[in-house]
């Protein structure tokens, strides 16, 4: 079996692109959660 392992520069593009695409998706579930609680506590 012969396993390749990647060179360290696209180790870390790998790595940045997760990084970044974690980022996102904490972002936009804050903007969910944000939405969310402005509308249940919407002023008459």
């Excluded at 695409?21 to 919407?42: G, P, V």
Aim: a negative charge; hydrophobic letters at 35%; charged letters at 25%.
């Amino acid at each position: 079996m012969n396993l390749e392992i990647p060179n360290s520069q696209e180790f870390n593009q790998n790595d940045v692109i997760m990084t970044n695409n974690i980022k996102k998706n904490t972002i936009i579930r804050d903007l969910i959660e944000l939405e969310r609680l402005l509308k249940s506590s919407s002023l008459p």
